[in-house]
């Protein structure tokens, strides 16, 4: 069964700083990977998500992240974030279902907190 | 273009009585996913359903759980008799496509069970 690691449970940075929140996974197969954003009150959000092609992925807001297949990695990155980037973010793995459907498997979630 | 809609957003029970939680996915989208997010875990996977048929219940309690999506109306997450270790987040997200061909859930803004 897949799984999804997410080291870092709570990130504290002041604005202009640059950031990295950690994510790997085990799955035996094909995976596609996503990080989602959830800001407070409100539903979680598809920052990005990588299926094949290029392992660097941009996403909305400024954000990025680098598939590597070797490290079974699959990193967030934001070059300079801003107050407004404080919410809980999740890396997920997709494993096809034997019945089709798309089955997300997430992390345990990376609060971050950016200060002014 | 309304969003996954989820009722009630707040929902407060006693040990031992019913709590159902409703569930209206993305218009144009007939897969219907329940999360389940407990303090400091990540979402975990419970339930998946196409119209009137359950096709994966892997990450479901075996007993008090269950879940419908019938052809007219909403996804219903219905849990009885429950307990304390029920108090959860409860996040219901839909998909257009079956398959991996984008592999994105789009999220509810969850219901959030209360049980005293």
Redesign the interface.
Known sequence: AQSVSQHNHHVILSEAASLELGCNYSYGGTVNLFWYVQYPGQHLQLLLKYFSGDPLVKGIKGFEAEFIKSKFSFNLRKPSVQWSDTAEYFCAVNAPLTGGGNKLTFGTGTQLKVEL | NA??MQNPRHLVRRRGQEARLRCSPMKGHS?V?W?RQLP??????MV?L?KENI??ESGMPKERFSAEFPKEGPSILRIQQVVRGDSAAY?C?S?QT???S????F????SRLTVL
């Open positions: 969003g996954v897969h996913y999360y400091e875990e990540g979402l975990k996977f998946y196409q096709i994966d996040f997200a998909s079956q398959g991996t984008t592999g994105e859930l999220f509810g803004e969850g």
